[in-house]
C-alpha cells in the first residue's frame, strides 16, 4: 500500500531539526522492579486450560502453559546526536532484542531522526523481505518506533499526543477487561468486557459464556455495553455458535473470534453473523492486515497494540484508514501503558479505551498490565495522561540500567540531555 504521510509541523522541528540518530540498543528486562513494576500484572487465573490457542483441541485443553512465550519484556533505548535518548518496550526478548542490536539498529543509525515515517518504512520495507513483518519483528519494530516518538518528545519538550496531532479528546473514558463485573461498575467504568473461556465441546463452552454473560447483565444493569473476547482460540464454526448465543443478549461486540489472520474465517463468520459487531486487530502486525480487513468489511472496529503493531507510526496509519472505511478504531490496553495513553489521547479516529485487569481492580496502580512510573492512574473510569514531554515516563537511565543488567555505555554512549 501506498504509506500515509504525517509531517510535523515546523514549529514542532525546532530542536529536532537536523538531528541524528546516534545509537540504538535494546536489552532484556531482568528486574522489572527497576521499573516500578510491583507485579508482573497478569491474571495467572485467566491463563486456565481454556485459554490458549489450542483450547477447541480436546487434546491440549490442559496444556495453556506449553504454549505461553518463555522470554521477558524489552526496553529499547534510542540516543540523539546531542544525548537525548527516548525508550520504547515491547515483549519476547529472546528474538527480538537481537533484531533489534543486530538488524534494526544498524539500518537506522545516523539518519536524521525527524522523520520517523520514513524510519519506520525503512524497518518494515527493508527487513519484510527476509522475515515478514509479523510476529517478533514487528515487536522489535515497535520498541524502536515507540522510543524514536519518546526522544521527540523529549528534543521538542511536547508529549507525544501533541505531536501525533492531538489531543482529539480532554480525557479517555475507559471500560474493564476481565471478570469482577462488579468492581468494574463500582470503580465507574463505562463498559467491561468479558474474557470468553473456550473448549472442544463447543455446545458446553457457548452455554457458559452465556450464563456468564447473563450474570454480568444482571450486575451492569440494562444500559451498560457488554462485549466479549474469544482470545483467537475458535474455529468459524465455533464462532457462528458463540455468536448466535450471544447476539438475543445484546452483546456489544465479539471480539477476536477467530486465529489471528485466517481470512476465510473471518469472512465465514462475517457472513453468518451479519448484524454482530465484530472487532479484531490486536494479533496483527503493521497496516496492510488492517486495510485488508477494513476494504473486506470482515470487521466493525479494529483493535492495534501498539506495542506489538510496530509502534505509534503504524497505529496513526491504521487510524486514518479506519476514519476513511467508517470502522471504529479501539485500541488495544489503552489505559495499561503510557505509550496507548497518549495514542489514544491523539487519535481522533479512537472511539473507547481498554484498561486490562483479568481479576479484581488492584490498589497499586504499578500492578496493573504494562506500567512505567509517570503514566496516569484510571481515576472514575477515566484517564487524562501526563503531558510531561515523550510519553511522560518517569525514568532516569540509571533505571533502566538497573532493569536490564546493562550498563549505561551499552544503552547509550553519551549522557541522556536534561
Request: overall charge negative; charged content about 20%; aromatic content about 8%.
Given at each position: 500500500?501506498?504509506?500515509?504521510?504525517?509531517?510535523?509541523?515546523?514549529k514542532?522541528?525546532?530542536r529536532?531539526?537536523?538531528?541524528?540518530?546516534?545509537?540504538?540498543?535494546?536489552?532484556?528486562?531482568?528486574?522489572?522492579?527497576?521499573?516500578?513494576?510491583?507485579?508482573?500484572?497478569?491474571?495467572p487465573?485467566?491463563?486456565?486450560?481454556?485459554?490458549?490457542?489450542?483450547?477447541?483441541?480436546?487434546?491440549?485443553?490442559?496444556?495453556?502453559?506449553?504454549?505461553?512465550?518463555?522470554?521477558?519484556?524489552?526496553?529499547?533505548?534510542?540516543?540523539?546526536?546531542?544525548?537525548?535518548?527516548?525508550?520504547?518496550?515491547?515483549?519476547?526478548?529472546?528474538?527480538?532484542?537481537?533484531?533489534v542490536?543486530?538488524?534494526?539498529?544498524?539500518?537506522?543509525?545516523?539518519?536524521?531522526?525527524?522523520?520517523?515515517?520514513?524510519?519506520?518504512?525503512?524497518?518494515?520495507?527493508?527487513?519484510?523481505?527476509?522475515?515478514g513483518?509479523?510476529?517478533?519483528?514487528s515487536?522489535?519494530?515497535?520498541?524502536?518506533?515507540?522510543?524514536?516518538?519518546?526522544?521527540?518528545g523529549?528534543?521538542?519538550?511536547a508529549?507525544?499526543?501533541?505531536?501525533?496531532?492531538?489531543?482529539?479528546?480532554?480525557?479517555?473514558?475507559?471500560?474493564?477487561?476481565?471478570?469482577?463485573?462488579?468492581?468494574?461498575?463500582?470503580?465507574?467504568?463505562?463498559?467491561?468486557?468479558?474474557?470468553c473461556?473456550?473448549?472442544?465441546?463447543?455446545?458446553?463452552a457457548?452455554?457458559?459464556?452465556?450464563?456468564?454473560?447473563?450474570?454480568?447483565?444482571?450486575?451492569?444493569?440494562?444500559?451498560?455495553?457488554?462485549?466479549v473476547?474469544?482470545?483467537?482460540?475458535?474455529?468459524?464454526?465455533?464462532?457462528?455458535?458463540?455468536?448466535?448465543a450471544?447476539?438475543?443478549?445484546?452483546?456489544?461486540?465479539?471480539?477476536?473470534?477467530?486465529?489471528?489472520?485466517?481470512?476465510?474465517?473471518?469472512?465465514?463468520?462475517?457472513?453468518?453473523?451479519?448484524?454482530?459487531?465484530?472487532?479484531?486487530?490486536?494479533?496483527?502486525?503493521?497496516?496492510?492486515?488492517?486495510?485488508?480487513?477494513?476494504?473486506?468489511?470482515?470487521?466493525?472496529?479494529?483493535?492495534?497494540?501498539a506495542?506489538?503493531?510496530?509502534?505509534?507510526?503504524?497505529?496513526?496509519?491504521?487510524?486514518?484508514?479506519?476514519?476513511?472505511?467508517?470502522?471504529?478504531?479501539?485500541?488495544?490496553?489503552?489505559?495499561?501503558?503510557?505509550?496507548?495513553?497518549?495514542?489514544?489521547?491523539?487519535?481522533?479516529?479512537?472511539?473507547?479505551?481498554?484498561m486490562?485487569?483479568?481479576?479484581?481492580?488492584?490498589?497499586?496502580?504499578?500492578?496493573?498490565?504494562?506500567?512505567?512510573?509517570?503514566?496516569?492512574?484510571v481515576?472514575?473510569?477515566?484517564?487524562v495522561?501526563?503531558?510531561?514531554?515523550?510519553?511522560?515516563?518517569?525514568?532516569?537511565?540509571?533505571?533502566?540500567?538497573?532493569?536490564?543488567?546493562q550498563?549505561?555505555?551499552?544503552?547509550?554512549?553519551?549522557?541522556?540531555?536534561?
Amino acid at each position: 500500500m501506498k504509506p500515509i504521510s504525517f509531517g510535523f509541523q515546523p514549529k514542532q522541528r525546532l530542536r529536532s531539526a537536523g538531528m541524528r540518530i546516534r545509537s540504538v540498543h535494546a536489552a532484556a528486562v531482568t528486574d522489572p522492579a527497576a521499573l516500578g513494576r510491583t507485579s508482573p500484572g497478569f491474571d495467572p487465573a485467566l491463563v486456565s486450560s481454556s485459554m490458549n490457542p489450542m483450547g477447541h483441541d480436546a487434546r491440549y485443553e490442559d496444556s495453556a502453559a506449553r504454549f505461553r512465550p518463555p522470554w521477558a519484556d524489552v526496553a529499547c533505548i534510542v540516543t540523539a546526536d546531542d544525548g537525548t535518548w527516548g525508550l520504547g518496550m515491547t515483549s519476547h526478548s529472546g528474538p527480538v532484542v537481537p533484531l533489534v542490536n543486530d538488524f534494526l539498529g544498524p539500518i537506522i543509525t545516523g539518519l536524521d531522526l525527524v522523520d520517523v515515517d520514513h524510519l519506520w518504512d525503512l524497518m518494515t520495507q527493508g527487513t519484510g523481505s527476509h522475515l515478514g513483518l509479523s510476529g517478533v519483528l514487528s515487536y522489535a519494530i515497535s520498541a524502536v518506533d515507540l522510543a524514536l516518538w519518546d526522544m521527540l518528545g523529549k528534543l521538542e519538550s511536547a508529549p507525544v499526543f501533541e505531536l501525533l496531532g492531538g489531543p482529539a479528546r480532554e480525557s479517555l473514558a475507559c471500560y474493564a477487561t476481565g471478570g469482577n463485573v462488579d468492581e468494574y461498575v463500582a470503580d465507574g467504568f463505562g463498559a467491561i468486557k468479558l474474557p470468553c473461556p473456550w473448549g472442544s465441546d463447543v455446545e458446553a463452552a457457548a452455554e457458559l459464556n452465556a450464563d456468564r454473560f447473563a450474570d454480568a447483565r444482571t450486575v451492569a444493569g440494562p444500559d451498560m455495553p457488554i462485549r466479549v473476547d474469544g482470545w483467537a482460540i475458535q474455529r468459524a464454526s465455533d464462532a457462528i455458535v458463540l455468536g448466535e448465543a450471544l447476539g438475543p443478549l445484546g452483546v456489544d461486540w465479539i471480539e477476536d473470534c477467530v486465529f489471528p489472520e485466517d481470512w476465510a474465517a473471518y469472512a465465514e463468520v462475517r457472513a453468518a453473523l451479519p448484524d454482530t459487531r465484530l472487532a479484531s486487530g490486536e494479533r496483527w502486525y503493521g497496516v496492510a492486515a488492517f486495510q485488508l480487513a477494513i476494504e473486506q468489511g470482515w470487521v466493525d472496529i479494529v483493535q492495534p497494540d501498539a506495542l506489538w503493531v510496530g509502534g505509534a507510526t503504524p497505529t496513526r496509519r491504521i487510524a486514518a484508514l479506519a476514519e476513511a472505511g467508517g470502522v471504529e478504531l479501539a485500541l488495544h490496553c489503552t489505559g495499561n501503558d503510557p505509550y496507548g495513553q497518549h495514542i489514544g489521547l491523539a487519535l481522533a479516529a479512537n472511539t473507547t479505551n481498554e484498561m486490562y485487569y483479568g481479576g479484581s481492580i488492584p490498589d497499586d496502580l504499578m500492578a496493573t498490565l504494562r506500567p512505567l512510573p509517570g503514566m496516569a492512574p484510571v481515576v472514575e473510569g477515566t484517564i487524562v495522561p501526563s503531558d510531561a514531554p515523550g510519553f511522560g515516563i518517569e525514568l532516569t537511565l540509571s533505571d533502566v540500567e538497573r532493569a536490564t543488567a546493562q550498563s549505561t555505555v551499552s544503552l547509550s554512549p553519551r549522557s541522556p540531555a536534561g
